[in-house]
């Protein structure tokens, strides 16, 4: 039997409940694990560049660059060098999954959001209702049906024309992208912007598109 793939993830920051993220993920990933297809271990953001050097086979990242958004706005964990790592990381062939707040407050012009190809931009003040969207024909889109739940509604910037969108997003607001999708190097790179509130990090329709995204990552066959 082949070994299990390693998945690192850092999950919760400020604004986002660690626990929250972390049952999510352990349902996302459950079938993998039960399978013994994949091993999940969590980490903190302090922690990521020791643990990169044990290569995972991918890391999940649901944590914002800031680390006191309220306190010391400006005080933030990615450094240069977190960057020029973690973009060689997966160019030499590993998974990086970009989930919700992993996209937020990152430096436009550093080495992870060109890596990422896309970035979070806002969010309206008010939860609203979010209908989310599988883009037919695409990898990580399939034909799944639409989806919604109360959310924060994520509005990205996206280079469209370089990842394949997978998922879109509409709602009182306006419309967006949610989910993207590209290799990088010999690694690959999933984006995704639901979810915020317990209801949506536990919905099944999102559970599963979630669950796409891991095992297009990592190459599994889908349970």
Not at 26 to 40: D, H
Not at 53 to 78: C, H, N, T, Y
Not at 199 to 213: D, I, T
């Amino acid at each position: 039997m082949a070994q299990p793939k390693h998945i690192l993830a850092i999950v919760g920051d400020f604004y986002h409940d660690r626990q929250l993220a972390t049952d999510s993920l352990n349902r996302i990933v459950k079938p993998f694990v039960e399978q013994g297809l994949v091993q999940l271990r969590y980490g903190t953001v302090t922690e990521l560049a020791d643990r990169l050097k044990q290569q995972p086979d991918a890391v999940v990242l649901f944590a914002e660059d800031r680390i006191d958004p309220q306190g010391s706005p400006d005080k933030r964990w990615m450094t240069s060098e977190a960057e020029h790592q973690i973009q060689a990381y997966v160019a030499a062939g590993g998974v990086w999954i970009a989930w919700h707040s992993g996209l937020a407050s990152y430096g436009e012009d550093g080495e992870y959001v060109n890596m990422l190809r896309g970035s979070f931009d806002y969010h309206p003040d008010v939860h609203r209702e979010v209908i989310y969207t599988p883009v037919a024909g695409t990898a990580l889109g399939g034909a799944g049906d639409r989806f919604g739940f109360l959310d924060e509604h994520y509005f990205v910037h996206c280079r469209e024309e370089e990842t394949e969108v997978f998922l879109r997003s509409e709602s009182v607001d306006g419309e967006s992208v949610a989910g993207w999708a590209h290799p990088y190097g010999s690694g690959k790179v999933v984006c995704i912007t639901p979810a915020h509130r317990e209801e949506g990090l536990m919905n099944e329709a999102f559970v599963s598109v979630m669950r796409q995204g891991v095992a297009w990552g990592l190459e599994l066959e889908q349970p």
